[in-house]
């Protein structure tokens, strides 16, 4: 037992909270220090921080893995190590200390023990027993943790889940366990840390830093608490730094190697390290050749040779150690289990040569027990049914579980969603929905095809060249009326840094100039409008607030408006790469609502008493113009990008939009007579679009509450011959969708629902 004194240190990687435990328990107060082999090292030699990546990466042009690699190992390199110090990129601590304790399996590297060889020295010593134990060997990794789940599961009825420990659990056996103890109802806190590079967020970010510069403004689309938390924590160590391209590169290079650690839980298994291994129970999974021992190679930027001149272990020394280390483990403790495979999914596995080195008993178990889990029986019945079907092998275990679970359904598929409980839900959706026109359209067509793209976000986001395109003019299209704006400056910093093929080169040139034509025309129609405030790119978030936190969001490309006395007269156009969809007849069953949910948007928008001037969608990307004989181009373009959608029938309100609309050019189909408006011209009155923002608030709440109920059932919605539901659906091969799952619907038309002729 060492007795601890007030100014020791302690070098311990893992037992830091043991030896606080045992000091708390001894009533004894002392001042000690803690540090692991890494920080005592850095202690000792000095450390670095991201300023000293950032110095190297400006400096040198170097990657940021090369640059950490060479941090890593400055002390060793005279000239780098010189450089550091002359910069002040080197850090160092002061810390007093008196003795230095060493922890167990603990060995510094000579040039360390020669940098303290003035100070006291003491090394924990470890017990002298000479425990043996047995080693369970599995034809497979599904096996050997079966078995595992087993032995728990018998354990648990004598000890408390806390005290049973994993150890040495590689990357291969996570998935498995996972699996495995869920079929066991035994909870296990995996590690699994989530990588955030690939998601949307952090994405978008990025895009967005790009484009901004600005890490405040490209953080603002950032929903998720925890991404946004994330980022803001890598882009701290950087904004101080004044070249904003080398910035850009470290804060990309920091979040492609950053997760977000699972959150543990409360009374679970635990994965520890085997250096931790002390009184409770043990599973050491994985006792292959290879694996435990770990085996150093000569492959580290300084090569053995180098390491041997230096004072540091070589890989050959490393591996004595590490070995004498397992051994002593395993000696001195005495509710270990160890257990190996021979294959898994990828790999052919060798047992262990500690196990003929310290003759241990291998014991090979064969599957005999069936008592602890239902799911795995059943799981473990279709296999053996797979085999005898595909192969014709035909076991007891076959045989046994066949007659226990005749009824078990084997090859057959029920399509039926199956309702999930609403507190589960609304956990999974950390208590708060975003809703959106897209999501909400998604819903109506088919609950279950909201459910895997907007709950389980089973689809991935596609960033195609179209998509890139389709970004790109509505940026430009959102900046280009400001002043200052300088067109070429801004389209080519957008294209900066994106790769592109020569087909996709000749593109972005000829669109480059439609939309040089559409910024022109865009000026031009806006001519004919007396609104004479404009917004762009306006994000409106409206509540709707129920069991949990409700938001609808939406952007508006354009919004137009004047106030005039107590009202706001608007007008909103909505930009559309593709074919724009003004057909508003489905409303009312809350399919395709984009245009009257600008309006919906709008009215709930900061502006005060809005009434509606017209509102729109305006094409920004055009095929080409057939060759015909004396056509005008530029008339047959100006057409093409006219604004489609329904205007004001209140002239008043319609001449603020545009005041030729007696024939006009600025709205397609906008024409008036004598006898009033042509019978193709779209227009309301001011009751139908009160009307239409009233359905659009019904049918949002619908799907809200509808959702919020966990009301996930297969249900495409056919309207007419058109089966509206499934329009584009990425599902199909998920959903088996069955004739009877199809809801019949009537073909609507507006005027039925808002009145009028
Ligand atoms: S394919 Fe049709 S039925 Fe299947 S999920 Fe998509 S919309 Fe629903």
Known sequence: MIDYKNGDLIITNHNKNKILKQLSKEKKLVNLK?????QFKSLLLGSYDDKAIYYLVKKYNYKYSVAKLLLDNFYFNKKLKQELEENNLIIKEKTNYNRIIIDNYIKLDPFILDMIKDKEIIYKKNSQNDYKHKVYEFNTIEEEVNFICIEISKLLKKTNINKIKLVNVTSEYKIVLKRMFAFYNIPINLKIDKDIYGTSQVQDFIKNLKTTK??????????DGEIKNTIISVCNKYI??????V????????LKNYKIKEKAKNNAIKIINIDEIDDDYYFILGFNQGVLPHIYKDEDYLSDSEKSNLGIFTSIEKNKFEKEKIIEILKNNKNITLTYKLKSTFDNFYKSNLIEELNLEIIKPTIDEFNYSNKYNKYLLTKKLDNLIKYNEKDYVLELLYSNYKDMPYLKYDNKYTKIDNNLLYKYLDNKLLLSYSSVDSYFRCSFRYYLSSILKIDKYDNTFMTFIGNLFHYILSICFKDNFDFEIT????????????QEKFFIDKLKNDLKYIIKLIKRQDTYSSLNNTLYEQKIFVNKDSNIKVTFMGIIDKLKYEKINNKTIVAII??????????IDNTIYGIEMQLPIYLYLSNNSNLENVEFAGFYLQKIINGNINYKKNIDYEKELDKLYRLEGFSNSDINLLNKIDSNYINSNVIKGMKVSSNGFYAYSKVLNNDQIKKLIDIVDTKIEEARDNILNSNFDINPKKIGNNLKGCE????KDICFKKEEDVVNLDEASYLDFLGGE
């Open 240 to 245: 101080n730094f004044p070249d904003f391209e």
């Open 34 to 38: 803690f540090k692991t082999v890494k």
């Open 574 to 583: 909505d930009y559309k790469t593709g074919n724009p969809i003004i057909n």
């Open 214 to 223: 600005n890490i405040e403004e490209s953080l603002n689309n950032i929903e």
């Open 491 to 502: 389209f080519n910093d957008y294209l900066k840094e994106n790769e592109f093929n020569n």
């Open 247 to 254: 910035v850009l590169y470290c804060i990309i290079e920091n």
């Open 728 to 731: 584009f659906c990425k599902f």
